[in-house]
T-cell receptor, first 115, second 114 residues
Framework: AQSVAQPEDQVNVAEGNPLTVKCTYSVSGNPYLFWYVQYPNRGLQFLLK??????LVKGSYGFEAEFNKSQTSFHLKKPSALVSDSALYFC?????????????FGKGTTLSVSS | DAGVIQSPRHEVTEMGQEVTLRCKPI?????LFWYRQTMMRGLELLIYFNNNVPIDDSGMPEDRFSAKMPNASFSTLKIQPSEPRDSAVYFC????????????FGQGTRLTVV
């Protein structure tokens, strides 16, 4: 069965500092991995995805994520955080050999960036 | 495209009443997903459709929940009768293929059952 773990309920970081939001996954075969962001009272917005190729994926708003197959991780990163990055972040997975299935999401991590 | 459209945005109803949530997916997308978001359980998949056919409804919590997709541009999620524990935000999402493509989410329906 597919699953995603986001071990931190909340991440606090000062503006201008680098941020990392952690994600580990479990899936049979190769994974497709996704990050989404949710602002208050809004739907989920797609940030970036890993399908194949380069382990470092770049996405919207300066975010990037690093795929690590040996550690089954897909951590979200940004070199310099902004207050406006404060939101709820979700990691999601789908198995490569499970094209007919839905995305499975982690429980989410609240990112709080202080000025 | 206007994106995935859900209605209503907010619904307050009394316990025992029937509730119907509506979704219009992005045109051309052939997968449609219903998710439920709560503080306790996070984002749960309830059911999804491919080409209007339900593929996996194992996430539907009880027989009180039902979902339909009569055509490619419309889906409903119905709760009958509703209970206070059904209070949550319900999201609809669609995607063009359920492989390496991302899903696009609607704004959600916040349901409160009193």
């Amino acid at each position: 069965a597919q699953s995603v773990a986001q071990p931190e309920d909340q991440v606090n970081v000062a503006e201008g500092n680098p941020l990392t939001v952690k994600c580990t996954y479990s899936v049979s075969g190769n994974p497709y991995l996704f990050w989404y962001v949710q602002y208050p009272n809004r739907g989920l917005q797609f940030l970036l995805k890993y399908i194949t190729g380069d382990n470092l994926v770049k996405g919207s708003y300066g975010f990037e994520a690093e795929f690590n197959k040996s550690q089954t991780s897909f951590h979200l990163k940004k070199p310099s955080a902004l207050v406006s990055d404060s939101a709820l972040y979700f990691c999601a997975v789908r198995g490569y050999n499970q094209a007919g299935t839905a995305l499975i999401f982690g429980k989410g991590t609240t990112l709080s960036v202080s000025s | 495209d206007a994106g995935v459209i859900q209605s209503p945005r907010h619904e307050v109803t009394e316990m025992g009443q029937e509730v119907t949530l509506r979704c219009k997916p992005i045109s051309g997308h052939d997968y449609l997903f219903w998710y439920r978001q709560t503080m306790m359980r996070g984002l749960e998949l309830l059911i999804y459709f491919n080409n209007n056919v339900p593929i996996d409804d194992s996430g539907m919590p009880e027989d009180r929940f039902s979902a339909k997709m009569p055509n490619a541009s419309f889906s409903t999620l119905k709760i009958q009768p509703s209970e206070p524990r059904d209070s949550a935000v319900y999201f609809c999402a669609s995607s063009s293929r359920a492989g390496n493509t991302e899903a696009f989410f609607g704004q959600g329906t916040r349901l409160t059952v009193v």
